[in-house]
């Protein structure tokens, strides 16, 4: 895109004028205006001939002309009027409207004109061709109703008229300029009137007629502007709208900016109307916007620039919700301020027509919608327009029903912009709705994928999706086994699509709670916490639609203490969301707690049902009575079965027998409370209750199903299955009632699966006729599993055949766990916990039978005997006692609960006797004394318990093996079991002296670790504390040191002052200066006055924190290397040692610190800390030291140094450096007197010099 061009001649955008700007009038007040008609004159004179000078017939232009020019027209033909006349008086007729007289004048004048030369004909057939031109664009483009098509003057009719006028201009002078001009029109206009190009294949250039048309347009354009040097502005405009016309935004951009540029005084065409759609259609509307408001500004009765705002604010209230208080405010001033405007300048104007329409039809003003509608198809010129013309008839005719009109109008919509995969959207899809009206689905779900693939619209998705979920929701409620995954995939994935949409905060799309209630029943079975979520959003949709009002809110109080009344605001936020809960549609609040339900959530589930029932009686106002009941009936049923659920029989008795009531043939009410009148009174009045609810509804499926249960509990195994009760009820069920009753399917197979369980296999007949029972019941198995794939007990019985007939644990496992995902009962997880137990992996069996113990059967025998001998294999594979008590712990509860079962009994003496002959087979290490004589006591009891159950009527083994056994317990086990307690008693009294004894070394070995631990630590303690107080004393010495030093240097400067007799001033004696590098540049000059004199100079420039030089700024390291290298292996040569040891004290404070390194370093930051204090008193203890120690040691350098001359000037400042870096502000020759006063003392310290280093 091109940016605006800067205008030329310092004229901003649209401030031109046509005439200059003067002093008294303000720039911002030149308002261009319209220069269209302006060079007419208010009156001709026409001469009449014969007649000399005054005689001429005046014609006022401005006043009223006549209707009727006949006269007018007599008078020019009789006259002779030149052309100049002929076209005047024409134009004056076309500014007034009157149109068809102008063309009428033309005409005449032409025929008038016919005798001349034919170049005097060219003006007047230029003028004729511009108002069959003008004339194209106030006709209409269809021929009115009731209109003779002969008869009829549309747009192509003036066309035609204007291609023959230009065709004879052309013939006369076809280079004649303004035919250019005029003939790039005539194309512009004319491919108005020709159909959108439809859709090409990528990369194929687009060939249509209406391109070719506007191809033409632009040549002609720009020959217009080649003859006229580029300075034809109507031209470029014309050039610009060619290009808008073909999609090339940003070129038609750059023209009309060129065009403003030119020309900024030009209102009438306006450029800033093109510019602000060029800026619309790139997707800059807030600067289409900023142009159109200043067109509107330029002139205030611009229709074009009102409605294009009234566009644009409608546009900015369409992404908004109707709730925003923003949207009434845009969408008023879209109508009331601009549309309204715009219709009262020209009540004609197609696009106003379109945008009124709209409005009207939202109101169902229909009679205004189809008149507007019609009047903007018929007067535009655009194709756009005249295809929204046919979609408001087509809404109009969706809204009366009439399918047959409205499948045509909307084809029109759609084809007026190009149709196929062009087109208009919104007519595709209205023409979708159609055909889902129609019940067409398949035609419309084939619309909808192309329009989802070509534009990704929200509408086509949500319908196209809904489309599917319908398909699915069909096939459920049917009860088909057609598969519809497919759909259910497709239906999720772009209601999926549509909920991410809703996120993009640029898109501002309110979501839509039909999407997620569909999607929610489309998740509810492989994935219900997802549906409960999408219910949660729902729930919360319908909350901020609540008025204010009836969404209270919690007022904390002011002396509330949040620590202690937790709990209290928690019950009351929980009573707030329950009363607001309470004003939601109790639909919505029913399936909520029908998904708490399911995930075993019932405190949850009974809170949403109550709250859905205080809904319903709270919303009995509004809806129908009827409905009402079947609301509360309903839930109040889903509430009995939650309370059921949670153990509540007697609350959900309660809520059953309410039911009944009100509604006393309510099957499944009936069904559920003898249920639970059977479960309470197994023996007495549930019988009864079943026996009654069979007799009064035999027909119903699900009370065959519970009496099948029922006689499936109560009955008596027979020895031959066509004999067994139960197996001819549901055979029953399944000939005479329903031959698909999935549960009676279910109860064939089990009776088949437990009547081959218990069958004989001998022989090889028996084992076939075992093989051939197992079959069976997989046949009845796998008939429900094809009428339900969620038929989890079904395909739970298959896998108990696997187990039971083929012996395949590892597939019936996988079967299981599947099974578990589907439903949570018990016996999943033991059926589970038998096929780990035969795969031995014990654990796992373990894991599984305990869950089933959670599920409602803590007190079921047959679990508790499951768990016990899989404890007692998984003990004797790892001969472990502590497993093998656990499966006689398992094995007494079982019989506990269940004494008159003698196999409970066996159970306990088996294991008791397991116990009894592991224990004697461990060795006396891996077993404890009280172990065997607990084995022992045991032993004795299952010898008891076998000759007791022996003597049984129905022993669960042979009589001669159990005897045997016991006689094998009394015989042999008892006496291995006596000697090992003799062993074991004799081997822990050897044991225990020596246990004893070792315990004891042990605590003594523990007790002197343990002085050793605090010896040490009260040595650490006690070194710790020498150390700090011989920290504490060498600070003090320093301090007391550095007062000293500061007390002698400052008696040093007074005598190096002193009084010049005016005023008392002090003047600081001259010292010599120089050193070596000086002594090499004038001899006379001592060597230990230029020595101390460069250490004066590199001293005082640090004293007066002057600016150091490179050399100076040199890192510390550099310049030992260098001294290094100068002294060779005997570092002393040029550089002492940094402690100065002259004390017995010292010495030993350094053997400390040479014992405890780490002593030493804490010793160097304390010393670091004590300087920093002397620095902040003024005087720096490590200053005085160095300086001293420096000084002192200046004299041996100086001896040593007499001969080397040689020695180069860098070395020398190296020197200088090091002097200075010891030093710091002292130095030099008052260094050295400093250390001469003070060399004699015995009171120097060992100090730190400052860089942290040893060298």
């Known amino acids: 895109m091109t940016p605006m061009t800067p205008i030329r001649g310092g004229l901003a955008n649209g401030h031109g004028s046509v005439t200059p700007m003067t002093p008294a009038t303000p720039y911002s007040d030149i308002i261009p205006s319209s220069l269209r008609f302006s060079d007419i004159p208010p009156t001709v004179d026409i001469p009449i001939l014969g007649v000399g000078e005054g005689g001429e017939v005046e014609v006022d232009l401005e006043g009223a002309l006549m209707d009727d020019p006949t006269e007018l027209i007599m008078l020019l033909e009789n006259e002779g009027a030149p052309k100049a006349l002929w076209m005047t008086i024409s134009a004056a007729y076309a500014k007034q409207g009157k149109t068809d007289n102008a063309i009428e004048l033309l005409t005449k004048g032409l025929s008038a004109l016919a005798r001349g030369e034919a170049k005097e004909k060219l003006?007047?057939?230029?003028?004729?061709?511009?108002?069959?031109?003008?004339?194209?664009?106030?006709?209409?483009?269809?021929?009115?109703?009731?209109?003779?098509?002969?008869?009829?003057?549309?747009?192509?009719?003036?066309l035609q008229a204007s291609t023959a006028t230009l065709n004879e201009a052309s013939r006369i002078n076809p280079a004649?300029?303004?035919?250019?001009?005029?003939?790039?029109?005539?194309?512009?206009?004319?491919?108005?009137?020709?159909?959108?190009?439809?859709?090409?294949?990528e990369g194929t250039p687009d060939q249509s007629e209406r391109v070719e048309t506007l191809r033409q347009a632009i040549k002609c354009f720009e020959d217009a502007l080649r003859v006229s040097g580029g300075k034809n502005m109507m031209a470029l405009l014309g050039k610009a709208r060619a290009n808008f016309s073909l999609g090339k935004y940003a070129e038609a951009l750059e023209g009309y900016q060129e065009v403003l540029t030119g020309r900024p005084d030009l209102v009438d065409p306006d450029p800033r109307i093109g510019i602000g759609c060029c800026f619309w259609m790139l997707g800059f509307k807030d600067d289409a916007k900023i142009a159109w408001e200043r067109a509107?500004?330029?002139?205030?009765?611009?229709?074009?620039?009102?409605?294009?705002l009234a566009l644009y604010y409608l546009n900015a209230s369409s992404s908004l919700p109707t709730t925003d208080p923003n949207f009434a405010q845009l969408y008023k001033k879209a109508i009331n301020e601009y549309t309204q405007r715009a219709f009262k300048i020209d009540k004609g104007y197609p696009l106003t027509c379109t945008t009124f329409s709209g409005y009207f039809f939202s109101h169902r003003n229909m009679n205004h919608v189809e008149n507007l509608a019609r009047k903007a198809i018929e007067y535009t010129d655009v194709n756009a327009i005249a295809s929204d013309g046919w979609y408001l008839l087509a809404r109009k005719s969706h809204y009366d029903n009439d399918n047959e009109r409205t499948s045509e109008y909307y084809r029109r919509a759609d084809e007026a912009r190009g149709g196929m995969e062009k087109g208009y959207l919104p007519a595709k899809f209205g023409i979708a709705q159609l055909q889902v009206l129609s019940d067409d689905l398949d035609g419309a779900k084939f619309r909808l994928e192309k329009i989802v693939q070509q534009s990704k619209s929200l509408e086509a998705m949500t319908l196209l999706a809904t489309l599917y979920a319908?398909?699915?929701?069909?096939?459920?409620?049917?009860?088909?086994?057609?598969?519809?995954?497919?759909?259910?995939?497709?239906?999720?994935?772009?209601?999926?699509?549509?909920?991410?949409?809703?996120?993009?905060?640029?898109?501002?799309?309110?979501?839509?709670?039909a999407v997620l209630l569909n999607l929610a029943r489309l998740y509810e079975i492989d994935h219900p916490e997802k549906s409960l979520q999408l219910l949660q959003q729902v729930e919360q949709m319908e909350i901020e639609m609540l008025p204010e009002s009836d969404r209270p809110t919690r007022i904390k109080a002011e002396d509330e203490d949040e620590d202690e009344d937790k709990d209290k605001v928690a019950e009351e936020e929980a009573a707030l969301t329950a009363t607001i809960r309470e004003k939601l549609p109790p639909q919505l609040l029913n399936n909520m707690g029908c998904f708490q339900y399911q995930a075993e959530k019932y405190d949850l589930a009974r809170e949403m049902f109550q709250t859905a029932l205080n809904a319903c009686v709270k919303s009995e106002p509004k809806t129908d009575k009827a409905d009402i009941d079947a609301l509360v009936t309903t839930i109040s049923f889903n509430l009995a079965r939650t309370y059921e659920a949670a153990g509540l029989l007697d609350e959900a008795k309660s809520v059953y027998e309410g039911l009944l009531k009100l509604h006393d043939d309510y099957t499944d009410a009936l069904t559920r409370l003898s249920y639970i009148t059977l479960r309470q009174s197994p023996n007495g009045d549930g019988p009864k209750a079943v026996a009654k609810l069979y007799q009064s509804d035999s027909t119903n499926l699900e009370v065959r199903a519970l009496y099948g249960w029922y006689l499936g509990k109560s009955k008596k195994r027979a020895a031959n299955i066509a004999e067994d009760p139960e197996q001819r009820h549901y055979k029953h069920t399944l000939q005479h009632h329903d031959k698909h009753d999935r549960y009676s399917l279910t109860g064939m197979g089990n009776l088949y699966l437990m009547t081959a369980r218990e069958m004989r296999r001998d022989t090889d007949f028996d084992k076939d006729k075992r093989r051939k029972t197992y079959e069976k019941a997989v046949e009845f198995f796998d008939k429900a599993v094809q009428l339900d794939a969620k038929n989890a007990y079904a395909a739970q019985g298959i896998g108990i055949a696997l187990i039971e007939d083929k012996r395949d644990f590892a597939g019936a496992v996988q079967i299981f766990m599947k099974v578990k995902e589907t439903i949570r009962d018990a016996s999943v997880f033991i059926n589970l916990g038998h096929a780990y137990a035969e795969l031995r992996q014990y654990s796992r069996a373990i894991e599984n039978y305990e869950a089933a113990l959670a599920k409602d059967r803590a007190n079921d025998p047959q679990i508790l005997a499951c768990l016990g001998r899989v404890w007692?294999?998984?003990?004797?594979?790892?001969?472990?006692?502590?497993?093998?008590?656990?499966?006689?712990?398992?094995?007494?509860?079982?019989?506990?609960?269940?004494?008159?079962?003698?196999?409970?009994?066996?159970?306990?003496?088996?294991?008791?006797?397991q116990i009894a002959l592991l224990i004697i087979s461990l060795s006396e290490g891996s077993r404890t004394l009280v172990d065997l004589e607990a084995a022992a006591v045991g032993l004795d009891e299952a010898i008891e318990s076998f000759t007791e159950i022996a003597h049984s009527k129905n022993p669960p083994y042979p009589k001669n093996d159990i005897e045997s056994r016991a006689n094998m317990g009394r015989n042999t086990t008892r006496r291995q079991v006596e000697r090992a307690v003799q062993t074991q008693r004799d081997y822990e009294e050897r044991n225990a002296a020596k246990l004893q004894e070792a315990r004891m070394l042990r605590e003594e070995d523990m007790r002197q670790k343990e002085e050793a631990r605090r010896k040490a630590e009260e040595a650490a303690r006690e070194q710790q504390r020498r150390i700090a107080e011989e920290r504490q004393k060498i600070l003090e010495r320093d301090r007391e040191l550095a007062e000293k030093r500061a007390e002698?240097?400052?008696?040093?400067?007074?005598?190096?002052?002193?009084?010049?007799?005016?005023?008392?001033?002090?003047?600081?004696?001259?010292?010599?200066t120089g050193g070596k590098r000086k002594k090499k540049m004038e001899d006379g000059d001592s060597e230990s006055d230029g020595e101390g004199g460069g250490k004066s100079r590199a001293r005082s420039g640090t004293s007066a924190s002057a600016p150091q030089s490179e050399d100076e700024e040199r890192p510390q390291r550099t310049k030992r290397r260098k001294l290094e290298k100068r002294g060779g292996a005997n570092s002393n040569k040029f550089k002492s040692s940094e402690m100065v040891h002259e004390s017995d004290d010292e010495d030993s404070g350094e053997n400390a610190d040479a014992q405890n390194p780490n002593d030493s370093a804490d010793r160097m930051q304390v010393d670091a800390a004590g300087t920093a204090d002397a620095i902040v008193a003024g005087v720096s203890d490590d200053d005085e030291e160095t300086a001293h120690t420096v000084g002192r040691r200046s004299r041996k350098k100086i001896a040593r140094r007499v001969g080397s001359d040689s020695e180069d000037e860098g070395e020398d400042e190296n020197e200088a450096e090091v002097s200075t870096t010891r030093g710091g502000d002292e130095g030099g020759t008052n260094g050295a007197a400093a250390a001469s006063d003070g060399g004699d003392e015995d009171e120097d310290a060992p100090m730190d010099d400052g860089d942290g280093s040893d060298d």
């Open 1048 to 1072: 002698e240097e400052r008696k040093k400067e007074e005598e190096n002052y002193t009084s010049d007799g005016e005023g008392g001033k002090k003047k600081r004696l001259k010292r010599g």
């Open 296 to 308: 509107l500004e330029l002139n205030p009765e611009s229709k074009v620039a009102n409605i294009l």
């Open 176 to 201: 004649f300029p303004p035919l250019y001009l005029a003939r790039g029109v005539l194309y512009l206009l004319r491919s108005s009137l020709q159909p959108p190009s439809k859709s090409t294949g």
């Open 470 to 513: 319908e398909d699915v929701f069909k096939n459920q409620a049917a009860g088909f086994r057609e598969d519809k995954s497919n759909e259910s995939k497709k239906a999720i994935g772009l209601f999926e699509n549509v909920r991410l949409a809703w996120k993009d905060p640029k898109r501002n799309i309110k979501p839509d709670s």
């Open 872 to 913: 007692l294999l998984k003990g004797k594979q790892e001969k472990n006692i502590a497993s093998m008590k656990n499966s006689l712990e398992y094995s007494q509860r079982a019989l506990e609960i269940a004494p008159e079962q003698i196999h409970f009994k066996f159970n306990v003496a088996f294991v008791q006797f």
């Open 123 to 158: 003006p007047l057939l230029t003028c004729l061709c511009w108002l069959f031109l003008w004339k194209s664009r106030e006709a209409p483009r269809t021929v009115p109703e009731g209109t003779l098509v002969s008869e009829a003057k549309t747009k192509d009719y003036y």
